[in-house]
């Protein structure tokens, strides 16, 4: 019986780790409970400072996503968002820009420039490796150390800091779009 269990176990995270966002079948993302949403007061706050500019406009689009659910495969505010979907919701809101549906096809996408760490800038999408696979989940950088997602299931979309050590830790690259790079 404990062999079993065990080997239930083991199957169970194996298929986690085949598994990405947005790629079929989809499983959610294993972030730990330890990682901490910033509070909506400092969203807010963060939100009436935000500048108006198309970096702006990606910015505050994603934010009016804010507590939609997270559902794997999830492409629409009202039927929920992984996190693939979302960015490319957000980027079709406010760019007019058509993102490709997974997050490794999204960080390989025409029209993206690779961004350095200390070169982030808000609206660009930040990528992290969550399933032992490069780009295997993507958000949005809000500025001020800040991204925002859809994590896992049972989760809703949020704003969290990259410095946390399980952000930190899976960066694995950030891409702008080049409409982010031109005058408003």
Known sequence: MRRSVCLLMVLACASAVLVGCAGPPLAPLNVPAEVDPIPQ???????????????GDVVLTALTYLDTPYRSGGQSATAGFDCSGFTREVYAQSLGVNL???????????GLLNVR???????D????????????????YLGEGRFVHAPRQGAQVRVEQMAISYWARRFTGARRHTALTQSP
């Open 41 to 55: 007061a400092d969203v807010n706050a963060w939100r009436a400072g935000a500048p108006r500019s198309r970096a």
């Open 100 to 110: 490709p549906r997974q997050a490794d096809d999204q960080a390989l996408a025409a």
């Open 117 to 123: 760490r200390d070169e982030l800038r808000p609206g």
């Open 125 to 140: 999408l930040v990528f992290f490796n969550t399933l032992r696979r490069t780009y295997s989940h993507v958000g949005i």
